[in-house]
């Protein structure tokens, strides 16, 4: 009993995501740029941990913030713009989400640090037919997602972000995205590491270039597959 309390606790802990950020090659960043960037990222992951981002939430989930507590948005007035390198920009609000097609997903969700909640079930609009709504330039060739709680942010190759298992999400096991869990409109990207799932979801914005996420520019692989090796990673060249 105090084995598997003491394992658990220190898959969430600083030292877990340490431990993780060495598996993802950040090692080899750090030797390869200098101490620098590792005496960096130990800094910057000081906060991560039971005084700061990561609380116990129901059925395996922690809650993860990166800013703290993070001012509430209520569905009836939110809005995800869409902009950037596209035809006609567009802000949607909760009504104009529920109009398009519903996608409902169930899949493990897993964080980089261990942690893993088996068969959670996200409702959302695939993000490729939002994209297809404002009208894609053809010059973009990546997506950057941003938070309202004004730090967090994410990206995505063009490609990726036009799978049918990357959604914004506006429920969650039943239910409207909680807060805590980043409601009222969260990216789910299916098939890689929890981080790529952006809460709070404000903003998408197609761009030319891929612009580096907030753990991606702390060391983490901007291509997040779970359970697959690099060789899938397709960045635009
Ligand atoms: N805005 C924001 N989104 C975020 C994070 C965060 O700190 N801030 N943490 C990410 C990480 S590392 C994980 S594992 C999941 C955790 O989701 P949860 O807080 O709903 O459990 O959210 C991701 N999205
Ligand atoms: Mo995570």
Redesign the pocket.
Known sequence: MKGVNEEDRTEGSPVGRRVVLGMLGLGAAGVAVGASVQDGVSRALAPVGPIG?VLP?AGG???????GR?KRRSAATHRVTVGGLVDKPQAFGMADLARFPQTVLERD?Q???GWRVPDVEWVGVVLADLLDAVGVSPKARAVQFT?F?G??T?SLTLEQARRRDVLVATQMEGKPVTH???GPT?LYVAPM????????LKGIKLTEELIPG??EGLGYDQHAWVGKSNGRDDVPT
């Not at 590491?193 to 709070?200: A, D, M, R, T």
């Open positions: 981002d939430a989930f922690r809650y993860y913030s990166v800013t993070v969700f964080c980089v640090t938070s709680d730090v967090y994410e805590d869990h980043g969260r590491y929890g981080y790529k799932s952006l809460k709070w907030y753990w």
